[in-house]
C-alpha cells in the first residue's frame, strides 16, 4: 500500500512539474511575440521612407541626399530643382533600386564623400549643397537653400527635411 501511495504522489509531482513547465513555456512565447513586435515597430520606425530605383547615371552611396525624378531617384543639388527628399540608407548602383529614408537619423563613420569631412559638427544644421549628393553648413551663394538635416553626434545626422527656398 504504500508503494501505492508514493507512486500516486511521484506521478502528480511528476504532472506538476509538466504543468509548470508548460506555463513556462507559454509565458516565454508570450514574451518573445511582445518583444519581437516592439523590436518590429522600432525597426518600422526607424526605417521610414521609400524604395526608388536610381536613374541618375551615376552610383549613390549610403548617405547621400537624394531628389525624384519622373521616374525614380538622383542626386540632390541646391543648384536647380533637385530638391532633397531622403537619403539612401545604403549604396544604391545606377539603374538599381534602393531605400530612401525620410525621416529618423542616418549614422556613416565617415562623411567625407558627402560634407567633405571626414565627421559632422554636432549641434550644426547641414544644408544642400551646390554639389550634387552633397552637404554644407551654410546655405549663402546658392539659388536654393534647403536645410536637410542636424547633427546629433559627429557620426549621426538627423534627418529634418524642409521646404526648399529661392533665394
Not at 43 to 65: C, M, R, V, Y
Not at 108 to 123: F, M, V, Y
Not at 137 to 163: D, E, H, M, P
Amino acid at each position: 500500500m504504500t508503494e501505492l501511495i508514493q507512486e500516486v504522489i511521484e506521478q502528480t509531482v511528476i504532472q506538476e512539474v509538466n504543468d509548470v513547465t508548460e506555463v513556462t513555456e507559454q509565458v516565454t512565447t508570450e514574451d518573445l511575440i511582445e518583444e519581437r513586435e516592439v523590436v518590429n515597430l522600432t525597426i518600422n520606425k526607424i526605417l521610414s521612407g521609400f524604395s526608388a530605383e536610381n536613374d541618375s547615371g551615376l552610383d549613390i552611396i549610403k548617405g547621400q541626399p537624394v531628389a525624384l525624378t519622373n521616374s525614380g531617384i538622383q542626386l540632390a543639388c541646391a543648384v536647380d530643382e533637385r530638391i532633397c527628399v531622403g537619403f539612401a540608407s545604403e549604396d544604391i548602383l545606377d539603374a538599381h533600386s534602393g531605400f530612401i529614408q525620410d525621416d529618423e537619423y542616418i549614422e556613416l563613420s565617415d562623411w567625407t564623400e558627402i560634407t567633405g569631412e571626414i565627421s559632422l559638427i554636432p549641434k550644426q544644421k547641414y544644408f544642400l549643397s551646390d554639389n550634387p549628393g552633397m552637404l554644407r553648413t551654410s546655405f549663402s551663394g546658392f539659388s536654393r537653400s534647403q536645410n536637410v538635416g542636424l547633427a546629433l553626434t559627429t557620426k549621426r545626422l538627423q534627418i529634418n527635411i524642409f521646404n526648399s527656398i529661392k533665394l
